[in-house]
Each structure stands twice: as structure tokens, then as C-alpha cells.
């Protein structure tokens, strides 16, 4: 089940769908212009995080509107943002090391 869910974050489309849902629900349109994904890709990503338990969905007259279902998955990006940012600053300062030696 774990690996199932970091499958569904592996792909920056969803990860940007998720971070343009940080803001509140949104409509598929809506979605389409903050990504700037096409409607059909937006609406492919939505399924895959739906089924993943990773955004809810609520119908609004014609339109449905999505939302993280757990606002949690934003923390998780963040902790691993955390993480490539402490690599990188790692990696630069072995970098510049190397340089100076």
C-alpha cells in the first residue's frame, strides 16, 4: 500500500495538481489553467490521485470540484523537499571543496 501511494507522487504532473490544490478546491478548468496541463492529462492525474486517497471530489451542479482529501500529502513534499535541499547543499559544499583543494 505504501509503495502504491509513492507511486502516485512519483510523477510531477500530480505533484503540481496537488500543489495547485494547496489553495483550496478547484474545478478541473481551473486546474487545467494553474498547471497548464490539457484538460485530458488534468483529468487523468485527478483519477490517479482519487484512487489514491490523496484528493476528494464533490460534485457542484455541472462541475465538479477537487481537494486534498489530506492536507498531509503537502507536508510529506515538503519533509522530502527538505531533504534534496540538505542534499544539494551537501553536494555543493563537497563540490566547492574539491575545487579549493
Known amino acids: 500500500m505504501v509503495a ?30 494553474a498547471t497548464g496541463l490539457s484538460q485530458a492529462n488534468v483529468s487523468k492525474h485527478l483519477q490517479q490521485l482519487h484512487a489514491a486517497g490523496f484528493v476528494s471530489r464533490t460534485r457542484r451542479g455541472a462541475f465538479v470540484h477537487y481537494a486534498l482529501a489530506d492536507e498531509r500529502v503537502l507536508q510529506l513534499c515538503e519533509l522530502m523537499c527538505g531533504r534534496l535541499e540538505a542534499d544539494l547543499l551537501q553536494t555543493r559544499g563537497t563540490l566547492g571543496m574539491r575545487r579549493s583543494a
Open 4 to 33: 502504491s501511494r509513492f507511486r502516485a507522487l512519483a510523477e510531477p504532473a500530480r505533484l503540481a495538481v496537488l500543489h495547485a490544490l494547496e489553495t483550496g478546491p478547484r474545478s478541473v478548468t481551473a486546474l487545467v489553467a
